[in-house]
């Protein structure tokens, strides 16, 4: 691969993208990569994003509406999730942050 590509992986759907997240989490490093949603060519586009300079994925799914809540909790044992306004105490989830953003320099692919 060469030197600052880029490699785009489009799921099927979010609950797909998320175990990547759940996966991330129980990882040696216990990184939880960001959510991000931006309207890119009259889509809702929800991704992440994993590795290092030089050898960037970015996980996406395109959805049909833009995010009503700030955070998704994300149970560590099933996957299962659920779109919330604020954080929450259940020790078995993730909370993971809906970032909005405005503009990105990324072109995802149809």
Same mark, same amino acid.
């Given at each position: ?6 490699? %785009? &992986?489009?799921? #099927?759907?979010?609950? @797909? ?9 129980? =990882? ?7 959510? %991000? #949603? ?8 929800? $991704?992440?994003?994993? !590795? ?15 995010? =009503?809540k700030? $955070?998704?909790?994300?149970?560590? &044992?099933? !996957?299962?999730?659920? $779109?919330? @306004?604020?954080?929450g105490? @259940?020790?078995? =989830? ?6 909005? &953003?405005?503009?990105?320099?990324? =072109?995802?692919?149809?």
């Amino acid at each position: 691969m060469p030197e600052n590509e880029i490699v %785009y &992986l489009k799921y #099927h759907d979010l609950e @797909d993208m998320l175990k990547v997240i759940i996966y991330s989490a129980q =990882s040696m490093l216990g990184v939880i990569p960001m959510l %991000y #949603h931006i309207s890119h060519n009259g889509r809702n586009v929800l $991704f992440i994003q994993t !590795g290092a300079v030089g050898a960037v994925t970015v996980h996406y799914v395109v959805q049909n509406e833009k995010p =009503s809540k700030k $955070f998704i909790q994300l149970k560590r &044992l099933s !996957g299962e999730y659920t $779109f919330i @306004d604020s954080l929450g105490t @259940d020790s078995q =989830s993730l909370y993971v942050p809906i970032l909005q &953003l405005e503009k990105s320099t990324l =072109s995802f692919p149809a």
